[in-house]
Protein backbone atom coordinates (compact mmCIF):
# COMPACT_ATOMS: atom_id res chain seq x y z
CA UNK A 1 0.00 0.00 0.00
CA UNK A 2 1.17 3.19 -0.96
CA UNK A 3 1.01 5.75 1.72
CA UNK A 4 2.31 9.12 2.84
CA UNK A 5 3.26 10.65 5.85
CA UNK A 6 3.32 14.71 5.55
CA UNK A 7 4.54 16.10 8.89
CA UNK A 8 5.82 19.97 9.60
CA UNK A 9 2.62 21.92 8.99
CA UNK A 10 1.62 24.60 11.66
CA UNK A 11 1.28 28.17 11.98
CA UNK A 12 3.64 30.58 11.60
CA UNK A 13 3.55 34.76 11.27
CA UNK A 14 4.99 36.24 8.31
CA UNK A 15 8.33 36.32 7.38
CA UNK A 16 8.96 32.99 9.68
CA UNK A 17 10.19 29.26 8.34
CA UNK A 18 8.62 26.19 8.32
CA UNK A 19 9.68 22.23 6.57
CA UNK A 20 7.43 20.43 5.58
CA UNK A 21 8.58 16.48 5.54
CA UNK A 22 6.81 13.94 3.71
CA UNK A 23 7.50 10.41 3.87
CA UNK A 24 6.55 7.83 1.70
CA UNK A 25 6.04 4.08 2.72
CA UNK A 26 4.90 1.41 -0.33
CA UNK A 27 7.18 2.38 -3.43
CA UNK A 28 10.86 4.03 -3.50
CA UNK A 29 11.33 7.81 -4.35
CA UNK A 30 14.08 7.27 -6.78
CA UNK A 31 11.17 5.72 -9.30
CA UNK A 32 8.77 8.73 -9.58
CA UNK A 33 8.87 12.51 -9.38
CA UNK A 34 8.00 14.01 -6.25
CA UNK A 35 6.15 17.41 -6.14
CA UNK A 36 4.68 19.48 -3.41
CA UNK A 37 0.91 21.19 -3.74
CA UNK A 38 -0.91 23.53 -2.16
CA UNK A 39 -4.79 24.25 -2.23
CA UNK A 40 -6.16 27.28 -0.76
CA UNK A 41 -10.14 27.73 0.18
CA UNK A 42 -11.50 28.32 -3.36
CA UNK A 43 -8.81 28.37 -5.55
CA UNK A 44 -7.34 25.14 -7.77
CA UNK A 45 -4.77 22.46 -6.85
CA UNK A 46 -1.75 24.88 -7.74
CA UNK A 47 1.74 23.07 -8.39
CA UNK A 48 4.54 24.22 -5.49
CA UNK A 49 7.64 22.72 -7.09
CA UNK A 50 8.93 19.09 -7.97
CA UNK A 51 12.02 17.52 -7.61
CA UNK A 52 13.08 14.60 -10.54
CA UNK A 53 14.39 11.44 -9.04
CA UNK A 54 16.62 10.58 -12.12
CA UNK A 55 18.84 13.11 -11.82
CA UNK A 56 17.68 15.80 -9.11
CA UNK A 57 16.37 18.21 -10.97
CA UNK A 58 14.00 20.40 -9.33
CA UNK A 59 11.58 23.43 -10.65
CA UNK A 60 9.29 26.22 -8.29
CA UNK A 61 6.24 28.07 -9.46
CA UNK A 62 7.15 31.74 -9.80
CA UNK A 63 5.49 32.42 -6.45
CA UNK A 64 7.67 30.82 -4.47
CA UNK A 65 10.97 30.84 -6.50
CA UNK A 66 13.96 31.80 -3.98
CA UNK A 67 11.65 31.12 -1.25
CA UNK A 68 11.40 27.30 -0.80
CA UNK A 69 13.51 24.50 -1.40
CA UNK A 70 12.78 21.43 -2.69
CA UNK A 71 15.08 18.24 -1.27
CA UNK A 72 15.31 14.34 -1.20
CA UNK A 73 17.16 11.67 0.88
CA UNK A 74 16.06 8.64 -1.30
CA UNK A 75 17.44 6.40 1.36
CA UNK A 76 14.57 7.28 3.86
CA UNK A 77 12.02 7.77 1.22
CA UNK A 78 11.75 11.55 1.84
CA UNK A 79 11.00 14.47 0.44
CA UNK A 80 11.46 18.18 2.25
CA UNK A 81 10.29 21.33 1.14
CA UNK A 82 12.07 24.13 3.35
CA UNK A 83 9.81 27.20 3.37
CA UNK A 84 11.17 30.71 4.50
CA UNK A 85 9.82 33.99 3.97
CA UNK A 86 6.24 32.85 4.78
CA UNK A 87 3.55 35.44 3.54
CA UNK A 88 -0.03 35.22 4.29
CA UNK A 89 -1.25 33.91 0.89
CA UNK A 90 1.03 31.14 1.42
CA UNK A 91 -1.66 29.67 3.68
CA UNK A 92 -2.94 26.44 2.04
CA UNK A 93 -3.15 22.61 2.98
CA UNK A 94 0.26 21.05 1.32
CA UNK A 95 0.38 18.21 -0.18
CA UNK A 96 3.01 15.94 -1.74
CA UNK A 97 2.74 13.05 -4.52
CA UNK A 98 4.49 10.78 -6.76
CA UNK A 99 4.32 10.46 -10.43
CA UNK A 100 6.03 9.66 -13.32
CA UNK A 101 6.45 12.80 -15.24
CA UNK A 102 8.03 15.56 -13.18
CA UNK A 103 5.75 18.49 -13.31
CA UNK A 104 3.91 20.87 -11.54
CA UNK A 105 0.62 19.71 -13.18
CA UNK A 106 -1.14 18.16 -10.35
CA UNK A 107 -3.28 15.84 -12.97
CA UNK A 108 -0.27 14.53 -13.56
CA UNK A 109 0.87 13.10 -10.31
CA UNK A 110 -1.19 9.51 -9.15
CA UNK A 111 -0.34 8.92 -5.25
CA UNK A 112 -1.46 11.87 -2.77
CA UNK A 113 -1.14 11.95 0.76
CA UNK A 114 -3.66 13.71 3.14
CA UNK A 115 -2.60 17.20 2.97
CA UNK A 116 -1.21 19.35 6.08
CA UNK A 117 -2.67 22.32 6.82
CA UNK A 118 0.29 25.71 6.84
CA UNK A 119 -1.07 29.02 8.54
CA UNK A 120 0.60 32.27 7.96
CA UNK A 121 -0.93 35.08 9.61
CA UNK A 122 -0.23 38.44 9.62
Known amino acids: EVQFVESGGGLVQAGGSLRLSCAAS????????IGWFRQAPGKEREGVSF????????YYADSVKGRFTISSDNAKNTVYLQMNSLKPEDTAVYYC???????????????WGQGIQVTVSS
Open 97 to 111: AAGAIATLNPYEYDY
Open 26 to 33: GFTFDDYA
Open 51 to 58: ISSSDGST
